[in-house]
């Protein structure tokens, strides 16, 4: 049963828990195991949807995450009235952009071009904040908390959008014009992140473990902690990432 392990002992007591993750990020939460800093051990959890781990900590299934960046969790908190809490200090942080294979310049993107944008509201805003910042777009007032494909008023080219799972965006690569992702995405399916990218999103949002509030304070949450702090294990994760995840104190 999931969660198993980090159900056997109470507290912040337990030496064992799980923590749930996507095949995305899968090689920093493996390296996280292998460096754990001793006695603590954690069985690794794998889903397939971008907010099936949040779900399943939110009902005891698992112990805690990492996965999602800062302002997901937020969202998700506000929207489902749930607590989640990521723990300071953050981890690490992967670079946004718009990506092609069909242009090396977003000037050379076509009129009535596919685009496939993050359909989750706090990536849409993020995606099309980027888009109005690169001229591509203009905004106009924000709708609600964050901007929307209701909020375009203008589309001086009339792309047209194609709502994803941010996690998903990038299998739409080459029958798109361009896609809105992550640096992370792009290294895991192959691709050299700097070399399609046209255009790059300084503001990052930053990513860490997420428990339940009661867990925040658990040895085994700053077990987790200290370990992506150590050399060794920074070393390890810039060799195999190179630019695609960064760390956030390197």
Same mark, same amino acid.
């Given at each position: 049963?999931?969660?198993?392990?980090?159900?056997?002992?109470?507290? &912040? &007591?337990?030496?064992?828990?799980?923590?749930?993750?996507?095949?995305?990020?899968?090689?920093?939460?493996?390296?996280?195991?292998?460096?754990?800093?001793?006695?603590?051990?954690?069985?690794?959890?794998?889903?397939?949807?971008?907010?099936?781990?949040?779900?399943?900590?939110?009902?005891? !299934?698992?112990?805690?995450?990492?996965?999602? =960046?800062?302002?997901?969790?937020?969202?998700?908190?506000?929207?489902? =009235?749930?607590?989640?809490?990521?723990?300071?200090?953050?981890?690490?942080?992967?670079?946004?952009?718009?990506?092609?294979?069909?242009?090396?310049?977003?000037?050379?993107?076509?009129?009535?071009?596919?685009?496939?944008?993050?359909?989750?509201?706090?990536?849409?805003?993020?995606?099309?904040?980027?888009?109005?910042?690169?001229?591509?777009?203009?905004?106009?007032?924000?709708?609600?908390?964050?901007?929307?494909?209701?909020?375009?008023?203008?589309?001086?080219?009339?792309?047209?959008?194609? !709502?994803?799972? +941010?996690?998903?965006?990038?299998?739409?690569?080459?029958?798109?014009?361009?896609?809105?992702?992550? &640096?992370?995405?792009?290294?895991?399916?192959?691709?050299?992140? !700097?070399?399609?990218?046209?255009?790059?999103?300084?503001?990052?949002?930053?990513?860490?473990?997420?428990?339940?509030?009661?867990?925040?304070?658990?040895?085994? +949450?700053?077990? +987790?902690?200290?370990? +992506?702090?150590?050399?060794?294990?920074?070393?390890?994760?810039?060799?195999?990432?190179?630019?695609?995840?960064?760390?956030?104190?390197?």
């Amino acid at each position: 049963m999931i969660g198993a392990i980090g159900q056997t002992q109470a507290g &912040s &007591s337990k030496t064992k828990f799980t923590l749930g993750c996507m095949p995305l990020n899968l090689p920093t939460v493996e390296l996280i195991k292998e460096f754990l800093i001793p006695p603590y051990e954690m069985e690794i959890v794998v889903f397939d949807a971008n907010h099936l781990p949040a779900m399943a900590l939110i009902n005891g !299934e698992i112990d805690s995450l990492i996965l999602n =960046h800062n302002v997901w969790i937020d969202t998700f908190n506000e929207q489902k =009235h749930t607590n989640l809490t990521m723990v300071k200090p953050y981890f690490y942080h992967s670079i946004f952009g718009i990506y092609s294979l069909a242009c090396k310049d977003i000037s050379e993107l076509p009129q009535a071009g596919i685009i496939a944008i993050p359909g989750d509201p706090s990536n849409m805003d993020k995606a099309l904040r980027l888009m109005n910042t690169s001229g591509l777009i203009q905004l106009g007032k924000k709708s609600g908390a964050f901007y929307s494909l209701l909020d375009v008023d203008a589309n001086p080219k009339n792309f047209k959008f194609h !709502e994803m799972e +941010v996690t998903a965006t990038i299998r739409a690569i080459r029958d798109c014009s361009a896609i809105l992702s992550y &640096s992370s995405q792009l290294k895991q399916a192959g691709f050299i992140p !700097e070399k399609f990218r046209i255009y790059e999103d300084p503001d990052h949002y930053d990513t860490g473990i997420v428990v339940m509030p009661e867990s925040e304070d658990a040895a085994w +949450v700053k077990a +987790v902690v200290e370990t +992506v702090g150590l050399e060794s294990f920074k070393k390890r994760f810039n060799d195999f990432w190179q630019g695609a995840y960064v760390l956030v104190n390197p």
